[in-house]
């Protein structure tokens, strides 16, 4: 080993700190914790409740625009796929 290089340390294989975050969450059950996980990976806990709002209202109408997008598409679709060829 040279002086350029430092030791070699082992890895930690668990995180540094012992807090585990699931322990926090009020609810007992699946949805709940659900629920819990997803404000922390977004950081919604963050926002005020009129943005969270907000952002929820956003999200929901963007599903509800993309999911009748390809409803309409895929009728379409469906529908071209019906043809039985060109009339003679």
Same mark, same amino acid.
């Given at each position: 080993?040279t &002086?350029? %290089?430092?030791? #070699? %340390?082992?890895? #930690? $294989?668990?995180?540094?700190t012992? %807090?585990?975050t699931d322990?926090?969450?009020?609810?007992?059950?699946?949805?709940?914790?659900?629920?819990?996980?997803?404000?922390?990976?977004t @950081?919604?806990?963050m926002?005020?409740?009129?943005? #969270?709002?907000?952002?929820?209202?956003? @999200?929901?109408?963007t599903?509800?625009?993309?999911? &009748?997008? /390809? /409803?309409?598409? @895929?009728s @379409?679709?469906?529908?071209g796929?019906?043809?039985?060829?060109? &009339? $003679?």
């Amino acid at each position: 080993m040279t &002086a350029s %290089t430092p030791p #070699r %340390t082992k890895r #930690r $294989s668990s995180a540094l700190t012992n %807090t585990n975050t699931d322990t926090l969450c009020a609810g007992d059950g699946l949805i709940s914790k659900c629920v819990y996980r997803f404000n922390l990976w977004t @950081g919604l806990y963050m926002l005020n409740p009129y943005e #969270r709002f907000v952002f929820h209202a956003v @999200g929901w109408f963007t599903l509800l625009v993309s999911m &009748a997008y /390809f /409803f309409v598409f @895929g009728s @379409g679709f469906r529908d071209g796929l019906r043809v039985d060829g060109p &009339a $003679s």
